[in-house]
């Protein structure tokens, strides 16, 4: 087993004896003279990448130790193969692949291997997108919806190279780099497993990275398109939340300090378990990742942890983010905001409004913020492994065309896919054949607009009609409109009944009057009768 830092001093390495002396002299397999330029464009465990003054189109990477007959077997059969040779590139569109071109020869024994040469400068790591300072150093480019662009990309590549009968073998944050449209080239190409076609020969790789490793690949079980899909699943989770790792936490019950790799091996996933999970505060809540994808990351996570063939295929993730893409929302109020269709309301805005960090924005709060990839599974475990870039950034993009074999790329025809853009969808279901054909047009750079089979619209999503104030809870009910109050007209002989009542009351008054004169005369009588 070899993990992502382990160096070549081990046994188990892929070669012996001593490398080269950086003042060696360096020829090409046909004889051609380089010479290594400045310093390496990139450092790893196996060899370090340099520029050839001679070849400013290629990159050398020079093993550190001699390779053996396996490995010198291994690129020979590389040299032989060409995995996405008939997808077409746009005219900026760097390779998709940093895969081997030549050999690079020392005293006329083989000390590494020529590819293309990619401007580190123009590239971004994955691992740089899924951090929020450096994103926010992307002149605000990589909102969600690059993100979202840049995992569909990552799945396109990952199925196509699947149904060619490749197998990355150590798919990382590390060994893959996006450009600024959201292009992705794979970084090292001499870690992938692949059988050769020439000598039917199988290749197999004991490189993984531990974050993104599977547990049967600490069994040393040969790296399988299972394996990929679960290290594609961790990535594209991480993708569509800025850096949330679906095995970030610390377990509720047992070891005080857990790392991602950890949790994997044991299973523990706030997304399958979140009841034995206590996880950072900043994480970002399941609800921005659209219900497909979220369904197919607790599939993978579980089910599918123990049981690889229970795992969605890499044409599963494409199909899902295809969709995603159809419907991605903007913000109307902050233009680095976008967000899934499934969302009623931006939940970046109500971060905020929580008083929460924002992953695109330089809003206050701590910087690394929800977007800053944890290196530990819990708040206070040590970093995981992770191995050195060995080649230099770069930037790619396809997707599968042609019939694909049960679980891998469904046919896709199209240009090349974008990031920040709508993708094209599958053209329709597989046809009955069984071989995958070949054809390819180019895909839209993920930044365009334009280039789409499936261009959504650019306008600007309709403002919604104002929400109604409510009335206070005391305030009379609204007046219809057109209408004006009126006065309940008085009921029919209301009038005259008030009228009789009058009288009555005089007729009585003056009885009463009478009867009291009445009684002051028989008094006044009987006075006058006694004197």
């Known amino acids: 087993m070899r993990t992502n830092d382990d160096s070549d001093d081990k046994s188990g390495g892929p070669g012996h004896g001593d490398g080269v002396d950086d003042t060696a002299e360096l020829t090409l397999g046909d004889g051609t003279p380089v010479t ?18 001679e070849r400013p189109d290629l990159a050398a990477k020079i093993y550190k130790r001699a390779p053996g007959e396996e490995q010198l077997r291994r690129l020979t059969a590389m040299l032989r193969a060409a995995p996405l040779a008939e997808e077409e590139l746009q005219p900026d569109q760097p390779p998709l692949l940093a ?14 291997y020529g590819m293309p040469r990619l401007e580190p400068s123009a590239q971004t790591p994955l691992k740089g997108l899924l951090q929020k300072q450096v994103r926010l150093r992307l ?13 569909a990309n990552l799945a396109y590549m990952t199925a196509r ?41 199988e290749f197999g790789s004991d490189a993984f990275t531990d974050d993104y490793a599977c547990p049967e690949r600490y069994d040393g079980t040969e790296p399988t398109r299972h394996s990929d899909d679960f290290a594609l699943a961790v990535l594209v989770y991480q993708l569509v939340t800025a850096g949330n790792h679906p095995f970030d936490g610390a377990p509720k019950y047992g070891a005080e300090e857990s790392t991602r790799k950890d949790n994997i091996l044991s299973g523990t996933s706030f997304l399958v378990h979140p009841d034995r999970v206590v996880v950072p505060a900043q994480l970002l809540s399941a609800e921005v990742v659209p219900p497909r994808v979220l369904r197919l990351a607790k599939a993978t996570f579980g089910p599918g942890l123990r049981e690889p ?16 893409r159809e419907d991605i929302t903007r913000c109307a109020r902050v233009p680095a ?11 970046w805005c109500r971060r905020l409004a929580d008083g929460q960090t924002d992953p695109f924005t330089r809003s206050p709060g701590r910087v690394g913020g929800a977007g800053a990839a944890s ?31 049960s679980g891998t790329a469904p046919p896709r025809t199209g240009s090349p896919r974008t990031a920040g853009a709508s993708s094209p969808a599958p053209s329709g279901p597989p046809p009955s054949s069984g071989a995958p054909s070949r054809t390819a047009t180019p895909r839209a750079s993920p930044t365009s607009t334009t280039a789409s089979t499936r261009p959504r619209p650019s306008a600007a999503p309709p403002t919604p009609p104002p929400t109604p104030t409510p009335p206070p809870a005391c305030a009379p009910p609204p007046q219809k409109p057109g209408r004006a109050p009126r006065t309940p007209p008085p009921k029919a002989g209301a009038g005259a009944a008030s009228g009789n009542d009058d ?14 004169l009445l009684v002051l005369g028989l008094i006044i009588w009987g006075i006058v009768a006694l004197v």
């Open 36 to 53: 290594r330029e400045g310093q390496p464009l990139g450092e790893g465990g196996y060899g370090d990448v340099w520029a050839l003054r």
């Open 99 to 112: 895969w081997p071109t030549d050999l690079v020869e020392s005293g006329g024994r083989p000390v590494g």
């Open 139 to 151: 002149d605000g480019a990589t909102d969600w919806k690059f993100l979202v662009g840049v995992a």
């Open 161 to 201: 190279l699947h149904v060619e009968g490749f197998v990355v073998g150590d798919l990382s944050s590390a060994n893959a780099v996006a450009d600024r449209s959201g292009y992705i080239t794979l970084l090292d190409c001499d870690s992938f497993a692949f059988r050769d076609a020439l000598t039917n020969e």
């Open 309 to 324: 063939a229970r795992r969605p295929s890499s044409a599963a993730w494409l199909a899902a983010l295809d969709d995603v």
């Open 337 to 347: 905001h976008s967000y899934g269709g499934h969302l009623d309301a931006c939940p």
């Open 375 to 405: 290196a530990s599974a819990s708040a206070t475990a040590s970093a995981s492994m992770s191995r050195p870039m060995s080649s230099p950034a770069g930037r790619s993009r396809t997707a599968p065309s042609g019939t694909a074999p």
């Open 503 to 516: 009288l009555f009351v005089l007729a009585a008054a003056c009885g009463t009057l009478l009867v009291v």
